[in-house]
């Protein structure tokens, strides 16, 4: 944050406005209550604001307060002191929830009731010079107590943003460690595919040709479904594209296996019918996820 010295010198506050606020404050004291009042008065009016000021002493001492303030402006002194008061008032208004848009709408009722105490009290020769100097130090004023909205919305910001970059840090990280298991569980089942074809090539090779052939056949159907999926996989951690025509692929492929396994036994022809169907199905959606897929390509 910028310190105040630095404010001063870019609102270009000079000693010459600082001797004309101390000239006024004679001026503005004897309404100082009437500004005071108006300002509850205008918040009490409004339901956002006034859910705030519901208690009698609360609302008397925050009056005291504002009138503290408020004769703050032509007095002085104009340094650190009077910078950490203004810090303190935003934070206050923060702490309890209450909008910068209230902060805006108080100092302009303000600004009107100053001018109007200038216009009428001040000799005309010295309104120009009473005017600039009031909407100086009330703009300095609004820019402190407004600058401590922004710094607590860029820290809540700034935490929300860095919970934000762990949590999809640990996402990402526990997401990949998910599809490194993924793919040891896919190489262990194209390992037991290959212990299949070789349970059923010894099939073959004691005489039973026909469980060993089809066995043989569904295995490899298992094998070359897993295989897919692997490589699908280390695509996709490559940074490839999802694929779904292979879950459909999946489902194809157990119901032809279903079919091959049930040949060699006894099944009624509305079993035999459900299967057959089952692939019919499959096959066209895997056609129709097939075509989709290489439109997009």
Known sequence: MRTFQEI?????????E?????????????????????????????????KYLKDDNQIARLQSMHRVWLLALFQGPYDERYFQRLQRIGHAHVRIGLSAHFVYVGMNLIRQRLRQIIDTEVESRQREGAVKA???????????????????????VFLSQKLDSLLIRFSQRFTFGLNILL??????????AVALIGQDVIHITRGHLDQGLVGAMGSVLILWVVIELLDMEIDRLRGGSFKLRLFVGVALVAFIRKVLVT????????????????ILVCGVIFWLVSRAEAGKA
Request: avoid cysteine; aromatic fraction near 8%.
């Open 8 to 16: 001063k010198d870019n609102y270009r506050f000079t000693e010459p």
């Open 18 to 50: 600082i001797g004309i606020l101390r000239s006024l404050l004679p001026v503005v004291e004897p309404h100082a209550d009437r500004v005071v009042a108006d300002f509850y008065n205008l918040f009490l009016q409004i339901p956002d604001t006034a």
């Open 134 to 156: 009031v909407e100086k130090i009330l703009d300095l004023n609004l820019d402190i107590i407004a600058r401590t909205y922004h710094e607590e919305e860029i820290r809540r």
């Open 183 to 192: 793919v040891v569980g896919l190489l262990g089942l194209s390992l037991g």
């Open 263 to 278: 040949s060699l036994g006894q099944h009624d022809l509305w079993t035999e019918g459900l299967y057959l169907a089952g």
